[in-house]
């Protein structure tokens, strides 16, 4: 049996850790025992396949899932998917969804007294191409209070979920917008030391992709964790 | 050229929205060979109270230990119709469910084979990032020799183990603080 290729382990202070006391809810949520490091073995370097029986290329428009229009900015946001050794991740499966522009979820448990958008619930999905690349139409959502503490609002974001080729490359992340002022305030924003890596969360405005008199452009891209050159004997 | 990979961030108390419309909890509607079997538990937070807004999910080998994925070079038969892959999302009870096969064998780390296990990715609020574990089956010799369930020690091997609740029927919980924490790797 040829032995499997691990994938790298996070670089210095770039993850967040599970108990972060600033994030209340980390508290009663985090795990107290050690983590038992796990090996890669077949069942960590395989991972669900998706494709166009799964999602739709209407799903990427979160504009036109409704009757009207939903209120709001309409923006593009695209960009491309890539491992850590700089290849592009194809055909994988993108999740993301939102606020509308009044910075309400079209969720239950969401209790902020803002409109509710009947033509705008928020999700959509989409597969990256051949070269890693995605492309979602959506409206720009808007910041919205939450009870984390005194006066706590959320920044612009967008979340996303992404299938890797393994199971350990999973994510879920939130893509920021540049120069949002909530940024510096925000403990889901701040939870990483390594600001390159925060800021690495933040998409960047983008003029080639902006559609004149219809939508402003912006890129985000997002890097998976890759493997590791060379496969080693034994490795825990 | 080297790359870091992007920080991770709470899948947020808003899950539904984006997540949703992929509910897998039946992983062979169709049918597929091997034994049928049915997972049910709860996620249950420090405070012994239910999470309501995780998501879990599933992924495993078929019933001949070979997965649905390209990564797999194994000369074993794919299953038509069965992914391996499952996402229940909890109700308030904190619960969760799963309809699927038991998994065949996977080989390990030494090439020796592993037990049958499913590798479970739990999503919620509270979690700045995911929090990775495994379900093993009860009754299976092999779970005495397996090489990642013997990298923990063994007053806490019992987390990782579901129990027979009925015919067909396991249960496994996932305990995330105090006594009785469910095992989580670091992966």
Not at chain 1, 181 to 186: A, G, K
């Amino acid at each position: 049996m040829k032995s499997i290729a691990p994938y790298r382990r996070p670089y210095w202070n770039t993850q967040p850790d599970y108990l972060f006391p600033k994030y209340a809810s980390s508290v009663r949520r985090a795990p107290t025992q050690p983590l038992v490091v796990l090996p890669h073995t077949l069942s960590e370097v395989t991972a669900p396949v998706f494709g166009y029986d799964d999602v739709k290329p209407a799903d990427s428009d979160l504009t036109r899932q409704h009757k009207g229009e939903p209120q709001g900015e309409r923006i593009v946001v695209h960009g491309r998917v890539l491992d850590e050794n700089g290849k592009p991740v194809p055909g994988i499966l993108l999740e993301i969804w939102q606020a509308n522009a009044a910075g309400r979820y079209n969720h239950r448990v969401d209790q902020h007294d803002a409109p509710i958008d009947p033509n705008f619930t928020g999700a959509g999905r989409t597969l990256t191409d051949a070269e890693g690349r995605y492309r979602f139409m959506t409206i720009r959502p808007g910041e919205y209070p939450w009870r984390n503490h005194y006066n706590a609002w959320r920044p612009a974001h967008i979340h996303f979920s992404l299938f890797g080729p393994a199971i350990v490359s999973r994510l879920i992340t939130q893509m920021y917008f540049p120069g949002d002022p909530l940024l510096e305030y925000d403990p889901m924003f701040t939870c990483v030391a390594d600001e390159k890596a925060r800021n690495r969360l933040i998409c960047s405005f983008d003029w080639e992709t902006t559609m004149p008199e219809y939508a402003l452009g912006y890129r985000f891209d997002l890097v998976l964790r890759g493997r590791e050159a060379t496969p080693m004997e034994n490795r825990r | 050229m080297s790359l870091r990979a992007s920080t991770s961030q709470t899948i947020g108390p808003y899950l539904r929205i984006g997540l949703e419309w992929m509910v897998i909890e039946d992983l062979a509607p169709q049918g597929a060979a091997g034994e049928r079997v049915s997972l049910e538990g709860k996620v249950i937070d420090g405070d012994g109270k239910p999470v309501n807004d995780a998501a879990v999910e599933i992924w495993q080998a078929n019933s001949h230990g070979k997965y649905a994925s390209p990564e797999d070079a194994q000369a074993k038969p794919l299953e038509p119709g069965f992914r391996g892959y499952g996402r229940s999302l909890t109700d308030d009870a904190g619960a969760f469910r799963f309809r699927t096969i038991k998994p065949g064998p996977v080989p390990g780390p030494d090439g020796k084979l592993q037990a049958p296990h499913l590798v479970v990715t739990l999503f919620m609020r509270g979690l700045l990032k995911q929090l990775v574990t495994r379900v093993y089956f009860p009754d299976e010799p092999a779970n005495a020799g397996d090489p990642v369930l013997s990298l923990v020690p063994a007053e806490r091997r019992a987390t990782l183990v579901a129990q027979k609740k009925g015919d067909g029927v396991l249960e496994w919980n996932v305990v995330l603080q105090g006594r009785n924490e469910t095992v989580f790797f670091d992966f």
